[in-house]
Structure formats: structure tokens, C-alpha cells
T-cell receptor, first 110, second 112 residues
Framework: QKEVEQDPGPLSVPEGAIVSLNCTYS??????FMWYRQYSRKGPELLMY????GNKEDGRFTAQVDKSSKYISLFIRDSQPSDSATYLC??????????FGSGTKLNVKP | NAGVTQTPKFQVLKTGQSMTLQCAQD?????MYWYRQDPGMGLRLIYY???????DKGEVPNGYNVSRLNKREFSLRLESAAPSQTSVYFC???????????FGQGTRLTVV
């Protein structure tokens, strides 16, 4: 079993939709959670990071962590074609190395 | 503010050739990483350096060596390239291991 599981998609939604991207994990020690966006042929770009359970909002993006269920989510409101990319979750614990999900490919159709 | 800079952006090597991938960061980060990304395999850690003067193996270190030249620079060397090393290589840095990391734009390496 992988430490971090992420549905590869692709996920196709119409412009303006609310997008929900998810990761599950098996190690209850994970304490630091990140979301990255990666455009085709580019490096991963840090979108959001959080230490704690609950929600963190930044513009159209909301990161949610549920440690009891070992589940994290990234919500994108009012999705735009420019949001079309692969989204990677990552997590770590005790200042150890990162564990990445395999990424979900999102396509927002105009 | 350049962030993490990788050179070169593209490279084609013949089997058996050697090369060094360069990475530099200007964010005063202590930790630096080298990943490779292959279709269907996600990001895999090759080596990392928790701080200047230290390096550690990641998941896939075979066939690679690294040097943490100073706080800013972390290089990855392929001594004898193999077709299995065809990949996109990313360098990243973070203030300390496991905190939010920032990635470079990648090096696309093809070994023929």
C-alpha cells in the first residue's frame, strides 16, 4: 500500500464549477500537508500548505485536512481554464522527507 | 527573485556519457532535493541534503551522485548514463526538511 493515494483522473469540469481534489494517506504521523500545481512541462508550484486539521483558504482555493479520516482535500471555486493542470498532494512528518501523491490531472473546459 | 534555478533545461546524452545537473537557490534555504519524474511513477526522491555538508539517499539513488557545494548549490551527477535515466529531473529547496518546498523548472534528459 502506498503511503499517499491520489486518483490520477483525468477530471474534466466546465468553467465555473467547484472542483474537489482529494488524497488519502495511511500514516497517522503525517503532520504537514501541501498542495502543488504542475502545468505541462513545468515544475511543481506550491499552492498551499498547512500544519493542522481544518480549513485554510487562499482566494479561490481551500485546503482541508481531516486527520481523523486521514484525508485531505483541495477545493477550487469558480474554476477557470487556466486551472487546467496536474495537482499533487504532499505530506511529511517530524521534519522528514516528503511523500507525494501521484497527481490528479484536471481539465477545465471553457 | 529567481527562486530555484536549474541548468541545463534540456540535454541529450549517449549511453555511457557523464554529466552534471546544476541547481542553485537564492532563498537561503537549508535543505535541497533532487527528484526524477516519470510518467505513471510520480515524483521520486533521488538524493537530498538536509543542510550544508550533509547528503542522504532517497528512494532511487543508484547511478547518481550528489554534491552540496555550498548553501546555495546542489549538483547531481550521472557518471555513466543509461537509457533508464531518461527522465525529467527537478531540484527543490526548503527551509528545513519536510517544510514547504519550492521547485525548479526541471531538466529534460534523454539518454540514447
Amino acid at each position: 500500500q502506498k503511503e499517499v493515494e491520489q486518483d490520477p483522473g483525468p477530471l474534466s469540469v466546465p468553467e465555473g464549477a467547484i472542483v474537489s481534489l482529494n488524497c488519502t494517506y495511511s500514516n497517522s504521523a503525517f503532520q504537514y500537508f501541501m498542495w502543488y500545481r504542475q502545468y505541462s512541462r513545468k515544475g511543481p508550484e506550491l499552492l498551499m500548505y498547512t500544519y493542522s486539521s481544518g480549513n485554510k483558504e487562499d482566494g479561490r482555493f481551500t485546503a482541508q485536512v481531516d486527520k481523523s479520516s486521514k484525508y485531505i482535500s483541495l477545493f477550487i471555486r469558480d474554476s477557470q481554464p487556466s486551472d487546467s493542470a496536474t495537482y499533487l498532494c504532499a505530506m511529511s512528518y517530524n521534519f522528514n522527507k516528503f511523500y507525494f501523491g501521484s497527481g490528479t490531472k484536471l481539465n477545465v473546459k471553457p | 527573485n529567481a527562486g530555484v534555478t536549474q541548468t541545463p533545461k534540456f540535454q541529450v546524452l549517449k549511453t555511457g556519457q557523464s554529466m552534471t545537473l546544476q541547481c542553485a537557490q537564492d532563498m537561503n534555504h537549508n535543505s535541497m532535493y533532487w527528484y526524477r519524474q516519470d510518467p505513471g511513477m510520480g515524483l521520486r526522491l533521488i538524493y537530498y541534503s538536509a543542510s550544508e555538508g550533509t547528503t542522504d539517499k532517497g528512494e532511487v539513488p543508484n547511478g547518481y551522485n550528489v554534491s552540496r557545494l555550498n548553501k546555495r548549490e546542489f549538483s547531481l551527477r550521472l557518471e555513466s548514463a543509461a537509457p533508464s535515466q531518461t527522465s525529467v529531473y527537478f531540484c527543490a529547496s526548503s527551509f528545513t526538511v519536510g517544510t514547504e518546498a519550492f521547485f525548479g523548472q526541471g531538466t529534460r534528459l534523454t539518454v540514447v
